[in-house]
């Protein structure tokens, strides 16, 4: 199982914007559909982007076209580039690894076991 750092949150105004990292121990360029969910208190974990080694993505609704996800596979790392940040979206965000055909199912967004997450980085927007 490869293990996952992410790092880059932070504290923002509204309209703002982040860049999260997600370090992978790991090779992940071929071989997993990567995640990017968050978790507010009092919330369901929401799933809002994903990445498969093709290049396809998915983004949830909410952040479609404000949020895009990236990898970069010289380094292992992926990323979540956030522009427009609103307060909804104040959130612990957490990246991991899935199955690679799950990026092309209905079931993208779906959290996977805990075993497969990072530990968070904390995003808190301010109106």
């Known amino acids: 199982q490869v293990q996952l750092v992410e790092s880059g949150g932070g504290s923002v105004q509204a309209g703002g914007s982040l860049r999260l990292s997600c370090a992978a121990s790991?090779?992940?360029?071929?071989?997993?559909?990567m995640l990017w969910f968050r978790q507010a208190p009092g919330n369901e974990g929401e799933g809002v982007a994903a990445?498969?080694?093709?290049?396809?993505?998915r983004y949830a609704e909410s952040v479609q076209g404000r949020f895009t996800i990236s990898q970069d596979n010289d380094k292992n790392t992926l990323y979540l580039q956030m522009n427009d940040l609103k307060h909804e979206d104040t959130a612990k965000y957490y990246c991991a690894s899935k199955p690679l055909y799950s990026c092309y199912s209905v079931g993208w967004s779906v959290i996977p076991t805990r075993q497969s997450w990072g530990k968070g980085t904390q995003v808190t927007i301010s109106s």
């Open positions: 790991g090779y992940i360029a071929t071989g997993y559909c």
């Open positions: 990445l498969a080694p093709s290049g396809f993505t």
